[in-house]
């Protein structure tokens, strides 16, 4: 089990399960939340080497607690970041 890894199963089975699927070396991630729960979003941030590239991947509505948080988030416009980092925040 690693320190970069929170939310895990006893097992580590949701880990397992990320590098498998995403075809991933342990270290690869670089951070992974699997986290659940009421305003808990599941996450992980990995290195694609081939891409030579950072991936962050937001985990998409599972369940009903889930769908509580979707409709509880207030968006925020990413204009001003957008204009400062080079992308289009709208």
């Known amino acids: 089990r690693h320190e970069n890894v ?12 990320l590098q498998s699927f995403a ?16 305003s808990k979003i599941p996450f992980c941030v990995v290195i694609d080497n081939e891409w030579k590239s950072v991936v962050i991947s937001i ?3 599972l369940s009903l607690e889930d769908a509580v948080t979707d409709v509880s988030l207030s968006p925020i416009s990413l204009e001003e970041c957008g ?8």
Not at 83 to 90: N, T
Request: glycine share 16%.
């Open 6 to 17: 929170c939310g895990d199963n006893w097992f580590g089975m949701n880990e397992k399960s």
């Open 23 to 38: 075809n991933l070396d342990a270290e690869q991630i670089v951070y992974a939340s699997f986290a659940e729960g009421l």
């Open 59 to 61: 985990r998409g509505t």
């Open 83 to 90: 204009d400062r980092c080079g992308f289009d925040g709208r």
